[in-house]
Structure formats: structure tokens, C-alpha cells
Nanobody
Framework: QEQLVESGGASVQAGGSLRVSCAAP????????IGWFRQAPGKEREGVAS????????YYADSVKGRFTISQDNAKNAVYLQMNSLKPEDTGMYYC?????????????????????WGRGTQVTVSS
């Protein structure tokens, strides 16, 4: 059981910014592929971004590229998703995900079923 805990979700206006966090125990954080999926009401879950916590290589979905930034803090065992220029279509439940099996392909797109470990999610709502 990997313990992934999201925080930072909130309701913001379009054009605003928000940072969500994913914290994990040290043994989970190191040497792992950690990322974010989101799910809007009535839609499938989609991959947003991911990072290899060893080398720092990243992946971004086309829909968020240039607006979102995924980063890591080794001292805090945390992965962050900085979201700028938010749009209403960014609304959804944001889930932190992890799977060590994906280390070699972490900078590539993945499907939800590729990740074994999921947090409970944090809600992000963007109003127009």
C-alpha cells in the first residue's frame, strides 16, 4: 500500500493559479514515477503530468502544456503541480498516482490502468 496524499484543491476563477501537492513517505517518493490524473464529471480520467523522481524528466498532456508545471521537493518528499491560466475545462478531481514499474517510461503518456497506486484526490473547480 503506497500512501499518496493530495492537498491544495480549491475553487478559483478562470485565469487564476493554483498549486496542488502530493506527499508520500520517503520510501515511496524516491525512485518512482509520480504524476497527476484528473477526472471531470461525466468524463474519463486523463493523465495530466508525471515526473521521474530520480532524474526529473517530465511529461505533460497537450491540454496543459505551457500552463502547468510539475516539480519535486526531495526534502519534503512531495510532488507539486503548479497550475496557471486556469480554464473551466481544468475542473475536476485531481489524483496523485505512482508506480515504480513506470520509471523507464515516466516521461511518456500513460493510461489510468498503468498506475497501480492512487491517492483519494483533491477537487479543483474553475469558474468562468
Amino acid at each position: 500500500q503506497e500512501q499518496l496524499v493530495e492537498s491544495g484543491g480549491a475553487s478559483v476563477q478562470a485565469g487564476g493559479s493554483l498549486r496542488v501537492s502530493c506527499a508520500a513517505p520517503r520510501y515511496v517518493y524516491i525512485s518512482n514515477c509520480i504524476g497527476w490524473f484528473r477526472q471531470a464529471p461525466g468524463k474519463e480520467r486523463e493523465g495530466v503530468a508525471s515526473i521521474n523522481t530520480i532524474g526529473g524528466t517530465t511529461y505533460y498532456a497537450d491540454s496543459v502544456k505551457g500552463r502547468f508545471t510539475i516539480s519535486q521537493d526531495n526534502a519534503k518528499n512531495a510532488v507539486y503541480l503548479q497550475m496557471n491560466s486556469l480554464k473551466p475545462e481544468d475542473t475536476g478531481m485531481y489524483y496523485c498516482v505512482a508506480d515504480q514499474r513506470l520509471l523507464s517510461t515516466c516521461a511518456r503518456p500513460h493510461l489510468p490502468d498503468d498506475f497501480r497506486y492512487w491517492g483519494r484526490g483533491t477537487q479543483v473547480t474553475v469558474s468562468s
